[in-house]
């Protein structure tokens, strides 16, 4: 199957998650998100503003500034351009204001100075639409995560940031169709806990 057609299927049935059920296991997933960062020493931590049923981060970012840990929201460059596709990320605080990208998507009011790159983050936990048993990832075809990380796969011996994608267990899917710049996450976080790929086990 083609990424635009899985990618069909499976945001269709993300959309059709009852309120009821969502809130499930959005609670599960907070839960084993709460264990996993409390555990490690992840000062700046990049998540996600979530839209249109992605996993809720929100209860999480409340917690992380009870932490005091720094969370940073992604910055779209200011052209969709194919080499211009790199995150910039902007602390996000309680008292930040927030303005709708070209998506619609909120992020922070934040002057270029002080954005930080994808590569100065220690932790990142990054949206989906469906993830594969070796860690890849599907999403929704924008390119700007991959391209905001690639500089992990030509520096293997870098371990931050680590990437932690945030999915539903129904979003799995044996094995991804893949392209040379796809990216690979060092783990998937469902209701289920904590998944680690195939290839990081061996």
């Known amino acids: 199957m083609h990424k635009s057609d899985l990618r069909r299927k499976i945001l269709s049935a ?3 998650l009852s309120g ?6 959005n609670t599960a ?8 960062l409390s555990s490690r020493h992840f000062r700046r931590i990049g998540l996600y503003y979530p839209i249109q049923g992605e996993v809720d ?4 970012i409340r917690q992380l500034w009870c932490w005091r840990r720094n969370c940073y929201l992604p910055i779209l460059p200011p052209s969709r351009a194919h080499n211009h596709l790199r995150l910039q990320y ?3 605080e309680a008292g930040s204001t927030l303005r709708r990208d070209y998506f619609g998507i909120p992020e922070p009011i934040v002057l270029p100075r002080y954005r930080l790159r994808a590569r100065d983050l220690d932790c990142v936990l ?3 639409v469906a993830f594969d048993a070796q860690g890849f990832r599907l999403g929704m075809g924008g390119g700007y995560y991959d391209s905001s990380f ?6 293997p011996q870098r371990s931050k940031p680590r990437l932690i994608g945030l999915a539903y267990g129904f ?7 893949r392209d040379p710049w796809d990216i690979t996450l060092d783990g998937i976080v469902t209701e289920q806990g904590l998944q680690r790929p195939r290839a990081l086990q061996d």
């Open 90 to 92: 902007a602390l996000y």
């Open 150 to 155: 690639a500089f992990l796969g030509q520096s």
């Open 57 to 60: 981060t929100l209860p999480l």
């Open 126 to 128: 990054l949206p989906l």
């Open 20 to 25: 009821t059920c969502r809130q499930s296991l």
């Open 171 to 177: 979003q799995y899917i044996e094995q991804l169709p």
């Open 29 to 36: 997933i907070y839960h084993h998100l709460w264990r996993i």
């Open 14 to 16: 993300r959309r059709g």
